[in-house]
């Protein structure tokens, strides 16, 4: 992979995350709870490790339903709330020029 490829990729993966930024944040989450459940593994008891395991892919799982959900609702706000307003605004200073 040469430099310019490198960079396109980056450059590609930022503007997908400014795009929709619920994508990186569950990711984030995702690795910051498996982690968290990994670390706390150790101190699990009488838990047998099948259970722990089920458990930590399951809050880790929510975690990423819920970012994708939030991304979605938020994607419907932009597209259908805001964008007719901002045309509705667009229309009434149209109409005031003339």
Do not use: C, W
């Not at 310019?4 to 795009?19: L, M, P, Q, T, W």
């Not at 419907?76 to 149209?94: C, G, N, R, V």
């Amino acid at each position: 992979m040469t430099a310019v490829e490198y960079e396109d990729n980056e450059s590609k993966f930022i503007r997908k995350a400014k795009e929709n930024p619920f994508v990186p944040a569950g990711m984030l989450g995702f690795f910051a709870i498996v982690a968290y459940r990994l670390m706390k593994m150790k101190n699990r008891g009488d838990t047998k490790m099948s259970v722990h395991l089920i458990h930590m892919r399951v809050a880790a799982q929510g975690f990423v339903v819920g970012a994708m959900t939030l991304g979605v609702v938020y994607s419907m706000y932009k597209e259908y709330i805001l964008k007719p307003a901002e045309a509705q605004k667009a229309l009434e200073q149209k109409a005031l020029e003339k």
